[in-house]
Every structure is written in structure tokens, then in C-alpha cells.
């Protein structure tokens, strides 16, 4: 079992729709998690970070946290074709020490 | 402001061959982490480097070394090249001590192709 697994789609919505990205995680002492957006060939930009259970609102951004579940998603309202790119999800693990990122979902926000 | 900044941009060695990638933190932060990402895959951890001593490593082979200078910066040091190295190398700063909470800042990458 992978310690972070995502759908590596591609997911395929409609401009304006909201896309629905989800993440789940094996090592129950991660502490904090994080959105990262990857363009072709660029490094990751961080999007969303988020601790504690519930959502946490950025813009046109939610991530949703349920650790009893070990479940991270993230909401993107209105999506633009600007929003389609790859994203990945990370936990923080190894003591807080390194980033465990997942394989990206593929995201194609279609006009 | 500066970010976090990596050179070179691209690099093409062939197998066999030894590489030396840079990285400088961004402002204020002490610890580096190197990340190796290869064509869709996620970043795969490496080391991390603090107070020039490497303070946690990733399941890379003893090819993968590094450093850590005083002022911060780090090198990433790969021996003997194999194809499979081909990829794209980031470096992360953040700061030691820092809540679990803070991200770590992502340079923009050096490609390095293996031939």
C-alpha cells in the first residue's frame, strides 16, 4: 500500500463546474497535509495546507480533512481552463522532517 | 524577497557520469530537503539537510549525496549516472523548528537527462 494514493485521473469537468480532487493516507501520525498545483514541467506551487479536521476555505479552494477516515480532498469552485494542470497531495511525515507526496490527479478544466 | 533558487535549469550527462546540482534557500530558512520527481510520478524524497549534517534520508542509493554550507545552500550529488536518474530534481526550504503547518518552498527544478 502506498503511504499517499490518488486517482491519477485524468478528471475531465466542465468550465465553471466544481472539481472534486480526493487523497487518502496510510501513516495515521501525518500531521498536516497540502494541495500542491504542478504545471508541465514546473515545480509545485502550494494551493491549500490543512491540519485539522474539517474544511478550510482559500478563495475558490475548500480541503477537506477526516483523519478517522485518513481522507483529504480538495474543492475547486468555478474552475477556469487556467485551473487545469496536475495536483498533488503530500503528507508531512517521517517526524515532521519530509513531504510524502502522492502520484497527481490529472486535472482538465474543458471550455 | 528572494525564493528558493536552483541551478543549473537543465543538465544532459551520460551514464556513468557524475552531477552536482545547487540549490539556495529562500530567505530566512536553514534546512533543505532534495526531492526527485521522474516523469509522472510524484516527488520522491531524498535527504534533508540541517546545520550541514544530513538529518534524514529517503531510499536513494549511496550514489545520492550531499552538503550543506554554512550559509545555508546545498549541493546534490549523484555518482555513477544510470538512466532510471533522468528526472526532474527539486529542492525545499523551510525552516527547522518550524510548526508541522509550515510549508516547505519548492525551487523551480533542474531537469537532468542521463543518455
Known amino acids: 500500500q502506498k503511504e499517499v494514493e490518488q486517482n491519477s485521473g485524468p478528471l475531465s469537468v466542465p468550465e465553471g463546474a466544481i472539481a472534486s480532487l480526493n487523497c487518502t493516507y496510510s501513516d495515521r501520525g501525518s500531521q498536516s497535509f497540502f494541495w500542491y498545483r504542478q504545471y508541465s514541467g514546473k515545480s509545485p506551487e502550494l494551493i491549500m495546507s490543512?491540519?485539522?479536521?474539517g474544511d478550510k476555505e482559500d478563495g475558490r479552494f475548500t480541503a477537506q480533512l477526516n483523519k478517522a477516515s485518513q481522507y483529504v480532498s480538495l474543492l475547486i469552485r468555478d474552475s477556469q481552463p487556467s485551473d487545469s494542470a496536475t495536483y498533488l497531495c503530500?503528507?508531512?511525515?517521517?517526524?515532521?522532517?519530509?513531504?510524502?507526496f502522492g502520484t497527481g490527479t490529472q486535472l482538465k478544466v474543458e471550455l | 524577497d528572494a525564493g528558493v533558487t536552483q541551478s543549473p535549469t537543465h543538465l544532459i550527462k551520460t551514464r556513468g557520469q557524475q552531477v552536482t546540482l545547487r540549490c539556495s534557500p529562500k530567505?530566512?530558512?536553514?534546512?533543505v530537503s532534495w526531492y526527485q520527481q521522474a516523469l509522472g510520478q510524484g516527488p520522491q524524497f531524498i535527504f534533508q539537510?540541517?546545520?550541514?549534517?544530513?538529518?534524514q534520508r529517503g531510499n536513494f542509493p549511496d550514489r545520492f549525496s550531499g552538503h550543506q554550507f554554512p550559509n545555508y545552500s546545498s549541493e546534490l550529488n549523484v555518482n555513477a549516472l544510470l538512466l532510471g536518474d533522468s528526472a526532474l530534481y527539486l529542492c525545499?526550504?523551510?525552516?527547522?523548528?518550524?510548526?508541522?503547518?509550515?510549508?516547505?518552498?519548492f525551487g523551480p527544478g533542474t531537469r537532468l537527462t542521463v543518455l
Open positions: 490543512i491540519y485539522s479536521n
Open positions: 503530500a503528507a508531512l511525515t517521517g517526524g515532521g522532517n519530509k513531504l510524502t
Open positions: 525545499a526550504s523551510t525552516v527547522s523548528g518550524a510548526p508541522p503547518t509550515d510549508t516547505q518552498y
Open positions: 530567505s530566512g530558512h536553514d534546512t
Open positions: 539537510y540541517y546545520e550541514e549534517e544530513e538529518r
